[in-house]
């Protein structure tokens, strides 16, 4: 029953709704949007990649369905939301304070870190943003969607392919060059940490010139000693020697090679 009351979100592969299975488990079920030889191998490659996963901050594959005529993929229920919904959206539910925010981000940066390094061959997510990570009934994060995913060789150093991602979370020299590296996830995660110390989306149509990327915005003002300046108002109870920190953190990843 794909009931529109019960879909969980939207996004370019498809649509993912909440179930249950017959022994009264809930789960969330990816329906991909179209059937064509694209979507089907997108889904094949995600049932690849998360067969290669085991880790507590990725979402878990439970089961998937490639022969019907929708594929469908069945995935553990994560009941918060995503992260993107929590900087953005704020409820009385959950508080985003900085001891949180600081928690999130180094469960995300295991995983990716676990992606990179511990699996048999590195595995490239592709598509890290806070739409993309999710969290559970302790709100602990798990990252998901790992349809444009690739595992790679160990010998090599980088993908070349045709650019994929998100807007305003995208590697600019990835955007450049179609060569993907590990460096590509680092700095989309970069641009996740620059959205939680900041309260900030990536890209913003409204406001000034300077504050639609908020990368650039953010670089500039750390270069002109503003950085308290601009953090989200909800984590200035921080320690400044942290924030300090983290924020340095954030400028290496989202740094491009040479500069």
Not at 81 to 106: A, P, V, Y
Not at 188 to 199: A, K, Q, R, Y
């Amino acid at each position: 029953n794909y009931n529109e009351n019960r879909i969980l979100g939207q996004g370019g592969q498809g649509t993912v709704y909440k179930g249950m299975l017959h022994c009264g488990r809930i789960v969330a079920i990816k329906k991909a949007k179209l059937v064509d030889e694209g979507q089907v191998e997108q889904f094949i490659n995600e049932v690849v990649i998360l067969s290669q996963i085991n880790h507590r901050n990725v979402v878990k594959l439970l089961g998937c369905c490639l022969e019907t005529e929708v594929p469908l993929l069945v995935y553990e229920f994560i009941s918060n939301g995503t992260l993107f919904h929590h900087i953005h959206s704020q409820t009385e539910d959950f508080l985003m304070s900085w001891d949180n925010r600081l928690r999130i981000i180094t469960e995300v940066a295991g995983a990716l870190a676990y992606l990179h390094s511990s699996v048999s061959m590195p595995i490239y997510h592709r598509d890290v943003k806070s739409t993309n990570i999710l969290l559970d009934d302790k709100y602990r994060a798990k990252v998901s969607d790992f349809g444009t995913s690739r595992s790679v060789p160990v010998d090599k150093t980088h993908l070349t392919t045709l650019v994929q991602g998100t807007m305003g979370y995208l590697d600019p020299e990835y955007f450049q060059t179609s060569q993907f590296t590990d460096k590509s996830d680092v700095y989309s995660f970069g641009v996740v940490l620059v959205e939680l110390l900041t309260g900030e989306k990536p890209i913003s149509l409204i406001g000034s010139q300077e504050k639609r990327n908020l990368v650039t915005y953010f670089i500039q003002s750390t270069k002109k000693n503003r950085l308290f300046e601009i953090l989200d108002a909800q984590i200035v109870e921080g320690q400044k020697e942290e924030l300090e920190v983290v924020a340095g953190l954030a400028k290496r990843c989202v740094t491009l090679n040479g500069k």
